[in-house]
């Protein structure tokens, strides 16, 4: 069965930055795209960036230039360093493998559990 795991959440200044990291388990690149959605409170989850099986990324309109989404595969392990962050990016970070990269949460097959991102003004 696929598991995700992430973690490096935490408690950051505007205009600091955060690394998480997400350690995929039974997960197959190629079958599946992975990437990061996030939950704000009272809004709905979407799709912050996203890596496709063929390698293209997908980033959010409110993150481009400001998160950067990479992988390691012999590791399984997916990456989303995040800078400039600003008290609007303060969300439950969650690890997933959507079918195909987006904002929509609705085609994500697999989801980990979250991590808290809190982005202090």
């Known amino acids: 069965e696929v598991q995700l795991q992430a973690s490096g959440g935490g408690l950051v200044q505007a205009g600091g930055s955060l690394r998480l990291s997400c350690q995929a388990s039974?997960?197959?690149?190629?079958?599946?795209?992975i990437g990061w959605f996030r939950q704000a409170p009272g809004k709905e989850r979407e799709g912050v960036s996203c890596?496709?099986?063929?390698?293209?990324?997908y980033y959010a309109d409110s993150v481009k230039g400001r998160f950067t989404i990479s992988s390691d595969n012999a590791k399984n392990m997916v990456y989303l360093q995040m800078n400039s962050l600003k008290p609007e990016d303060t969300a439950v970070y969650y690890c997933?493998?959507?079918?195909?990269?987006?904002?929509?949460?609705?085609?994500?097959?697999?989801w980990g559990r979250g991590t808290q991102v809190t982005v202090s003004s």
């Open positions: 997933a493998a959507p079918i195909w990269c987006g904002s929509s949460a609705k085609v994500v097959f697999y």
């Open positions: 890596i496709s099986n063929d390698g293209s990324t």
């Open positions: 039974e997960f197959t690149f190629d079958d599946f795209a």
